[in-house]
Nanobody, 124 residues
């Protein structure tokens, strides 16, 4: 019922910036959109989330002060602005949605519709 597509990944040097985009298309209702990341051998972890109705945001500790998540202009998706990136930020980044109004660090189990992911590689 919903197609979720991420874009904007690529290679960047330590300290640089990158902006990821996500758009959800379809008729399923979503109230929260969140970003996750995963590297081989590790569990998928929540990065940041934003409420569709009020724009409320929340972040995981490792990215606080460096990443900013926001809704796009028509609330069809979101942006993840990544500043002062570190090598540890290297991961496949995923965007996902849920009907619930979420808060706190997003949990993958709460999210229903997922994008295919976009790779972010940070070099020193």
């Amino acid at each position: 019922q919903l197609q979720v597509v991420e874009s904007g990944g690529g290679s960047v040097q330590t300290g640089g910036s990158l902006r990821l985009s996500c758009k959800a298309s379809g008729y399923a209702i979503w109230r929260t959109m969140a970003w996750f990341r995963q590297i081989p051998g590790k569990e998928r972890e929540g990065v940041a989330g934003v409420g569709r109705a009020d724009g409320r945001t929340y972040y995981a500790d490792p990215v606080k002060g460096r990443f900013t998540v926001s809704l796009n202009h028509d609330a069809s998706g979101s942006y993840l602005q990544m500043n002062d990136v570190k090598v540890d930020d290297t991961a496949m980044y995923y965007c996902a949605t849920t009907r619930a109004i979420d808060s706190g660090v997003p949990e993958p189990q709460q999210y229903d519709y997922w994008g295919q992911g976009t790779q972010v590689t940070v070099s020193s």
